[in-house]
């Protein structure tokens, strides 16, 4: 509650508090009224239908008592925890302090065991049957909102568990990726590459190199016209970890392998970002994560 320049909206908030308190009690007195025995139950003189009368009873005790606590819990609870002004309880309780209990907590239990994997390669962590399982975990966690929960990716998102990279799939590019973030950026290049027309083009030449059907003559056009895309994708359409262009020769896409797809990509161009996750999740956590995921496509398809 820094929120206040001064003393006085503490003071001002402080006292209404306590005065809406009082006010509960005073109204409960007011309303506490006992039957002699054998006096006769008065009505309210409300009188409704000719001959139908409210009595007055006095209220219930179990009623009455059940608030009398209800204001003896909340000034004890005034004088414990924070909640008068500015005034911080005599027990010193803040979610701050409590957030930071729990987190030193949490460290002292699994930092021994961090420490142990930060001093492992991230293959042999991967090896471990511990560490994968914890990796897992924290990929369900952190990471299966966009990648999926088989890391198998969805439009826009890749694939995390084949053998197809962006960024480069050596467990160090996979940590420097979680890490650091990605941003996948192509330029549009409608213009570049001479309008809607060419867009067709060099859109066919595309669909030629993963062998998916095209219409051969456009391609053949739009094959010199791809020198403007070889600067990133690569003379011969490879791509490049370097800049995240993906390769187009294979049949892994992540924005769709449709003829009206590839030619949106290629006229529009696009931004694809991959946060960052240094701050929030640490090398520690991150390198158990990246062990996980390189695991994911061991060993490499293809190979014995
Ligand atoms: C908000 C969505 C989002 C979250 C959360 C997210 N990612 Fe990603 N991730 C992406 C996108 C989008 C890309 C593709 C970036 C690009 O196109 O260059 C990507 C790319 C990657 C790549 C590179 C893939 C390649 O082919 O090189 C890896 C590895 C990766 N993410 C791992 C993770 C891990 C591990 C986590 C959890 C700690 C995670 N991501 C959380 C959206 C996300
Ligand atoms: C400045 C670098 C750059 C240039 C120039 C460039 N691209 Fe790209 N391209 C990229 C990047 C980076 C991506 C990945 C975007 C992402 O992460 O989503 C991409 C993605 C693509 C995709 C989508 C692939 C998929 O898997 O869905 C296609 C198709 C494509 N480019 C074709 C082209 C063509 C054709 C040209 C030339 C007309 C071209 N690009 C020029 C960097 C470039």
């Not at 320049?5 to 005073?26: H, K, M």
């Not at 909340?74 to 027990?91: D, E, N, R």
């Not at 030193?104 to 991967?126: H, L, N, Q, R, S």
Request: hydrophobic fraction near 45%; charged fraction near 15%; aromatic fraction near 10%.
């Amino acid at each position: 509650m820094s929120d206040f320049v001064d003393g006085f909206w503490s003071l001002y908030v402080a006292g209404i508090t306590l005065l809406s308190v009082i006010a509960c009690a005073v109204l409960l007195t007011m309303q506490h009224q006992k039957r002699a025995p054998g006096q006769a139950v008065g009505t309210t003189g409300h009188q409704w239908d000719e001959d139908l009368a409210e009595y007055n009873n006095p209220l219930p005790k179990w009623w009455m008592w059940l608030f009398w606590i209800t204001i003896v819990f909340g000034l004890v609870y005034f004088a414990l925890y924070p909640g008068l002004g500015t005034f911080k309880g005599m027990l010193g309780w803040t979610s701050t302090g409590q957030y930071q209990a729990e987190q030193a907590k949490a460290d002292a239990t699994y930092g021994p065991v961090f420490k142990k994997y930060a001093a492992m390669d991230i293959e042999a962590i991967a090896k471990d049957p511990q560490a994968k399982a914890m990796g897992e975990r924290m990929f369900l966690t952190y990471c299966s909102q966009c990648h999926g929960s088989d890391a198998r990716g969805a439009k826009g998102f890749p694939n995390l568990a084949d053998n197809d990279w962006l960024w480069g799939g050596e467990p160090q590019a996979i940590l420097t990726t979680i890490l650091e973030g990605r941003t996948g950026m192509m330029p549009p290049m409608g213009a570049a590459v001479g309008g809607p027309e060419g867009v067709k083009e060099v859109a066919n030449y595309v669909l030629s190199l993963s062998g998916a059907a095209h219409d051969a003559k456009l391609a053949e056009a739009g094959k010199a016209k791809f020198a403007a895309c070889a600067a990133c994708h690569g003379p011969e359409a490879k791509g490049n970890p370097a800049l995240g262009a993906p390769n187009l020769t294979d049949k892994v896409w992540l924005h769709g392998g449709t003829l009206a797809a590839i030619s949106e990509q290629i006229d529009k161009g696009r931004t694809n970002v991959m946060p960052a996750h240094k701050e929030f999740l640490g090398p520690e956590r991150s390198r158990l994560i990246a062990a996980y995921v390189w695991g994911l496509s061991q060993p490499p398809a293809g190979a014995k």
